[in-house]
């Protein structure tokens, strides 16, 4: 057995054919980036459209599609308020709406696993333009993915918000050298308060990146104000923030779209959703987020890269927000690779090209390392591709996509989903008031073409706590239940018969006891569909 | 440039290319799906291969199916569906006032005959939906319950058990005109396994569609063999209509065509014999004294259910009965359990109060079924031959003086 030198391999052997100036060429980083992101792809395509509010936001798609406006007051509920409606969220809904009524499940699957994929390269690029390796910046996409996993099975407008608030990063990292961000942040703004309620999230960011330039820049200056304030890098941050507030303040509600989103939070019901709750340490949001934490620690002990204003102030911003509101890891999950794998980065490999944590040179490909060699080559590009081609025919909603074959609504839609109950209810064209546990009450709307109004549905800050009241009341199954019920002119009882066995029960022996109020029409091994007579009947 | 353009399109356009024709090799490889392919127009019939001769006289049986005639009065789809299946579409009667074993047949599939026996007024048994033909269920409507289907797909199983064939046609309210072959395929498309009644369903997918491929409802949920098998053997035993026994016959009936065209794998055939022969000896442990079993059946005989009605009792021991005659020897109880059975029916169903009998018709006709079963005859040729009997006897009683005058002339 004998081994050759690489040069002294015959040229047959060594000789790139695919190599070509018409063919492109990618480094490892790039082929690391590409498979990355394929397998965020095809990890989030395995996630169930959740029953949520997903249908309750697809209600609100198909309204503004089919009235050509936005709604001021609440269009489906059963007891309706004055309450106006925020509509933060008008443009994903109808996206979201054109994209089911055109593509179906499989297109909201697809949708949802493409935003998450375009925001992790978000986050890839915008680590990769702070001048670090290219494999760390693949890190951080992966280290989003990663925090992110309690919330990444839920699609919802959020998504959108999560790719704005990436591409507010990118503009952080770019801004220090270059103005083209002044182009598009206010793009994004604009796009961002009409896609999602969580502009402010961008604003934070971007005012805390501004924040601590200008504190470098003070400090630069002996804490000059006078010296400081025409500084260009001072000049371009403010610039960078207003045009993003301008941007955010083109939409239906114009600037007041701002303080109502800082109250929104405010609807008293709005504690007994779960996202809504406190983060419990026990959770695996609290393991995520303990554990990213203790790992920022050590590297703000040991990574020996200086640590700046915006590293800290948005590492404790976001990271008490997920305490306060487990909704907020989905924020905390993109910010943290973009402050802490830098530090890593210089932890890892010893090597940082600028110890203000800028890149120095011109090159800011985010794929390409300065000092270890990483050609590119046309081999990798090919691999790129048969794992692109290898992810399009293992995500599910790709492959159906692709072989035409949708898979149905059950494997679709996540189990909770009242998939067969739905359909019994289209089936006998039910129509009028209903109680539904609120999670069924938005697909049971939009199944029914909006011809069943529920108490209480996905949307809770519409309604009044009084009625919230009531339908806790109701499906805890106490002794007024059907007094309650026919308070509010119900005419529909739907009950999961696993979590709320108790109310299960009581609708199973009103109906076996014949007394004419109520009545079983469907039932499954999951849920009880019950009528109930109206009391005007019964009194006749 | 156009080195440029070349890097930047040829890659993505490589890939679409690869999966326009990753698509045309998966169009011709997978199978369509479109309505079930049936191996067969007619569907299986099942009888029972046991005797047992000593559970009644053929005197007695002859006395007991006198008595489950289909009821003259208040006649309902129920009513029809349980009398189709015990006496077959061949019985007569002999009485106007009672519908013939054909009246029957028609009422579920003639629109015209179903209007004449359950009123003009009644909704039809059976629509179009969105879903290809379907059946009006009890809990549908809240009038017109009596002529609806009780239990889900009941109706499509008693024509496979009354051995209506898959081109059989369904003549609709407006005229229009479909297949008995329409009904199994909207059933299979609407069947999914979180139902709290699919056993019908089961043994109308087996009896018409066995060997049974895997399919998909219209839900995107696959349906197959062993799944259909688990939920019939994973419920406790008592879970479903007439307390889980129709589970029983479905698990029988599909066991015993299996038997006939063996098709399931070892492991669903082995799950099905050792779950009966678990059942039937539960039953040898929790038979009461003088033979019967009631609601409680799972349990030990102490832990049944006190004081059981007569009609709960006949329920059980009925609907016990007839599965277990359909079933194989090896998940039989002890002989002598099914002769107590057996007896325990007959004496109870020969001295209960007629009019107790018919206002649950569909029960005793079950008991009645079962006996048949267990004597091996046909319950028309059983009840038949006692008939002309007794009619010859009734004749001779009757004219007697005047044969015998005839008979002296000479």
């Keep these: 057995m004998f081994t050759i030198p690489g040069s002294q391999l015959p040229d047959c052997l060594r000789r790139d054919n695919l190599t070509s100036p018409y063919f492109p060429s990618l480094t490892r980083a790039g082929l690391a980036a590409v498979v990355t992101l394929c397998a965020i792809f ?39 308020t004055s309450a106006p409606v925020l509509n933060a969220a008008w443009l994903s809904q109808v996206i979201g709406y054109g994209v089911h009524s055109t593509f179906g499940n499989e297109g909201l699957v697809f949708g949802h696993a493409l935003l998450v994929t375009l925001t992790a ?29 309690p919330i990444a099975g839920t699609i919802r407008p959020q998504l959108f918000g999560q790719l704005g608030a990436a591409l507010v ?16 942040l206010p793009v994004v703004g604009m796009l961002w308060a009409n896609l999602h309620g969580s502009i402010l999230i961008g604003l934070a960011i971007l005012g805390s990146y501004a924040l601590s330039i200008t504190f470098q820049v003070l400090r630069e200056t002996g804490f000059s104000v006078a010296a400081s304030w025409k500084e260009p890098r001072i000049v371009t941050m403010a610039a960078a923030v207003l045009l993003l507030l301008a941007g955010a303040c083109i939409n239906p509600h114009g600037p007041l779209l701002l303080p109502r989103i800082l109250f929104f939070g405010e609807h008293a019901a709005l504690a007994y959703i779960s996202e809504w709750k406190a983060m419990a340490p026990a959770s695996l949001t ?11 620690a050590c590297l703000w002990k040991y990574g020996g890269r200086t640590w700046e204003l915006h590293d800290y102030l948005l590492l404790a911003l976001f990271a008490l927000a997920t305490l306060s509101a487990i909704r907020m890891l989905a924020w905390y999950a993109i910010v943290w690779p973009w402050i802490v794998l830098p530090h890593a980065a210089r932890l890892v490999s010893g090597e940082w090209l600028v110890a203000s944590g800028r890149p120095s040179t011109d090159d800011h490909s985010p794929l390409t390392t300065h000092h ?11 691999i790129a591709m048969g794992c692109v081609f290898a992810t399009a025919i293992l995500a599910p909603p790709t492959y ?40 069924w009450a938005d697909y049971l709307i939009y199944t029914s073409q909006g011809r069943l109004k529920p108490l209480i549905y996905g949307h809770i800050h519409l309604s009044r706590v009084e009625t919230f009241e009531d339908y806790r009341r109701i499906f805890r199954g106490e002794e007024t239940w059907l007094r309650t019920l026919q308070n509010h002119d119900v005419r529909y009882l739907l009950v999961s018969r696993e979590r709320f066995g108790q109310l299960a029960k009581l609708v199973s022996a009103e109906s076996r006891a014949k007394a004419g109020r109520v009545r079983v029409v469907y039932h499954d091994q999951k849920a009880i569909l019950a009528e109930l007579m109206p009391t005007r009947e019964l009194d006749l | 440039m156009l080195a440029k353009f070349s890097r930047l399109t040829l890659p993505p356009a490589i890939v679409v290319a690869a999966l326009v024709v990753y698509r045309l090799v998966m169009a011709t490889v997978t199978p369509n799906r479109g309505p079930m392919e049936l191996p067969r127009n007619e569907p299986w019939i099942v009888t029972s291969e046991l005797r047992e001769p000593r559970i009644c006289s053929d005197e007695q049986l002859a006395q ?18 349980h009398a189709l299946r015990l006496w077959g579409d061949q019985a007569d009667f002999g009485d106007p006032a009672i519908p013939s074993g054909r009246v029957m047949r028609d009422y579920l599939l003639d629109d015209r005959i179903f209007r004449s026996l359950a009123g003009p007024e009644s909704p039809p048994l059976f629509f179009r939906g969105k879903d290809g033909l379907d059946v009006r269920s009890y809990d549908d409507l809240a009038s017109f319950q009596q002529t609806s289907s009780y239990h889900s797909d009941d109706i499509l199983a008693t024509l496979a058990e009354s051995g209506i064939p898959l081109d059989a046609t369904i003549r609709l309210r407006n005229g229009e005109k479909a297949k008995v072959a329409d009904l199994l395929e909207g059933t299979r498309q ?48 008592e879970i479903g209509p007439c307390d889980g026994l129709h589970r029983l016959e479905a698990l029988a009936v599909l066991y015993r065509i299996d038997q006939m065209s063996p098709a399931l794998p070892p492991r669903v055939k082995h799950r099905l014999l050792s779950y009966m022969k678990r059942v039937s000896d539960q039953l040898a442990l929790s038979q009461s004294v003088e033979g019967y079993w009631s609601s409680g059946w799972s349990r030990t005989s102490q832990l049944q259910s006190e004081g059981p009605t007569l009609h709960d009792k006949l329920l059980v021991t009925g609907h016990h009965l007839e599965w277990l005659a359909l079933a194989p020897e090896e998940a039989q109880p002890p002989r002598e359990t099914i002769v107590r059975a057996g007896q325990w029916l007959t004496r109870t169903l020969l001295e209960m109060d007629s009019m107790q009998l018919h206002k649950a018709y569909g029960p005793y006709s079950h008991a009645a079924r079962a006996l048949c079963l267990w004597k091996g005859v046909e319950p028309v040729a059983a009840w038949g031959e006692r008939a002309e009997v007794r009619e010859q006897r009734a004749e001779v009683g009757g004219q007697g003086e005047v044969k015998l005058t005839l008979n002296l002339e000479p």
């Design chain 1, 42 to 80: 095809a990890l989030t395509s395995f996630n169930r459209l959740n029953h949520t509010d997903l249908w309750g936001h697809l209600d609100f798609g198909r309204w503004i599609v089919q009235h050509q406006a936005l709604p001021t007051h609440d269009p489906f509920s059963a007891a309706p």
């Design chain 1, 121 to 149: 390269g978000a986050v890839m690029l915008a680590v990769a333009r702070r001048g670090i390796d290219g494999r760390f910046a693949v890190a951080a996409g992966a280290a989003m993915f990663l925090l992110e996993l």
């Design chain 1, 169 to 184: 990063l990118l503009a952080c990292s770019e801004l220090p050298t270059k103005r083209h961000p002044l182009l598009w």
């Design chain 1, 286 to 296: 609290g393991v995520l987020l303990i554990g990213s934490l203790l790992v920022a």
């Design chain 1, 372 to 382: 270890s060699p990483d050609e590119p080559a046309a081999m990798r590009t090919l």
């Design chain 1, 400 to 439: 159906s996509l692709v072989t035409g074959n949708a898979r149905g609504e059950v494997p679709v839609a996540s189990r909770e989903t009242p998939v067969h109950l739905a359909d019994q209810i289209e089936r006998l064209n039910l129509s009028g008031k209903v109680a539904a546990p609120m999670d």
């Design chain 2, 64 to 81: 007991v199916l006198d008595r489950v005639q289909p009821p003259r009065d208040g006649l309902t789809t129920n009513h029809i569906v």
């Design chain 2, 190 to 237: 609407r069947f999914y396994l979180d139902r709290l009644e699919y056993e019908w369903s089961i043994i109308a997918f087996v009896r018409y569609g066995h060997p049974l491929k895997p399919w998909r409802n219209k839900y995107g949920e696959k349906i197959d063999i062993a799944g259909l098998v688990k939920e019939l053997t994973d419920k406790p035993a």
